[in-house]
């Protein structure tokens, strides 16, 4: 029987206690940012040279739909908080930062994106792709990096440590949400409450079995017959107890989790923000 794997990670495991510690250490250098704007979630980073996170917030927010902004103002404000919360709380300067986009969006939106970021302070080194961003903390050679967030749920095939193709299909956490509302007879906003309370899910699970097996299905869709190594889970709808298992039952194929889902892309993009300026020094 196939079982997935929880995979720890140090970076993760240190950004979740940066958010969740109610006061920071100061930090006077040099800061680099990565802005991760999500269908259910805005995401924050602030990291430092080496790409260690210092600081992070997390915000519920409406302002994408299926990759694309449809909120501008409320975005920029979401961001322009997270930023001077995390200011706060180090006492550090503005710094670069990045954004980042799903697979497959059209070029524009991440400029749009990189907007939001200039209009909240930061200054734009760079937009990158959410599945390469999440690859750089898991440190994916050859698989599948599936990222099921509120609204989509992206596929990125890697070769080789690189992204060989990308696709993005409208499922996700609100589709739980929307069956468990269904079932009970509920608005859709207690149902994601009720979703996301982990003493729930045991008999939310076959309720959301469904939504579950559609997630595996475009999965499947997206490898065109050729089976990856391995899956790796990314994104807060993951974090649903037995999702991966079910994964891993579905295809057959060995599936990880890691401990923090929804924090993986947004570390991402702040690694790679780091990491970029750091290439740029070097080849200055
Ligand atoms: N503990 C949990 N259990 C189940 N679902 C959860 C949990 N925590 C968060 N979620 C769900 O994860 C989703 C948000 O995940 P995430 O922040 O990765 O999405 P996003 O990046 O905003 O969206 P997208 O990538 O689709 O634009 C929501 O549907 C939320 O209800
Ligand atoms: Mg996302």
Same mark, same amino acid.
């Given at each position: ?12 495991? =240190? ?42 917030? %997390? ?22 908080? =997270?930023?001077?919360?995390? =200011? ?48 750089? %903390? ?36 609100? =589709? ?16 994601? /409450? ?6 729930? /899910?045991?008999?939310? +699970?076959?309720?959301? /079995? ?21 899956? +790796? ?16 039952? +579905? ?34």
């Amino acid at each position: 029987m196939c079982k997935s794997t929880v995979k720890k990670s140090k970076l993760l495991e =240190q950004l979740n206690r940066a958010i969740r510690a109610p006061e920071g250490k100061s930090y006077n250098g040099y800061v680099f940012w990565g802005v991760d704007i999500g269908t259910a979630n805005v995401v924050t980073v602030a990291a430092d040279r080496q790409g260690r996170p210092l600081a992070g917030a %997390v915000t519920p927010a409406k302002v994408t739909k299926e990759g694309l902004i449809v909120d501008y103002v409320g975005a920029v404000e979401v961001v322009k908080k =997270q930023v001077a919360h995390i =200011q706060k709380k180090l006492h550090c300067p503005l710094g670069v930062a990045m954004s980042a986009i799903p697979p497959g969006t059209e070029k524009g939106n991440g400029r749009v994106t990189a907007n939001i970021l200039e209009s909240a302070g930061l200054d734009v080194v760079g937009v990158i792709d959410e599945p390469e961003a999440a690859g750089l %903390v898991l440190a994916v050679e050859n698989g599948a990096i599936v990222d099921v967030g509120g609204g989509t749920t992206g596929i990125s095939i890697i070769k080789e440590g690189r992204v060989l193709y990308s696709e993005d299909e409208a499922t996700g956490g609100f =589709q739980f949400d929307l069956v468990i509302a269904g079932h009970f007879g509920i608005a859709v906003e207690q149902a994601e /409450q009720m979703k996301k309370n982990k003493a729930e /899910q045991e008999r939310l +699970y076959p309720i959301v /079995q469904p939504v579950m097996a559609k997630v595996a299905s475009i999965m499947e869709k997206s490898f065109r017959g050729e089976r990856p190594e391995e899956i +790796y889970l990314v994104g807060g709808a993951c974090a649903f107890q037995g999702f991966s298992d079910f994964i891993c039952k +579905y295809t057959g194929i060995p599936t990880y989790i890691p401990q923090y889902p929804l924090l993986v892309t947004p570390m991402g993009i702040a690694l790679a923000c780091a990491r970029a300026v750091r290439a740029e020094e070097i080849t200055a």
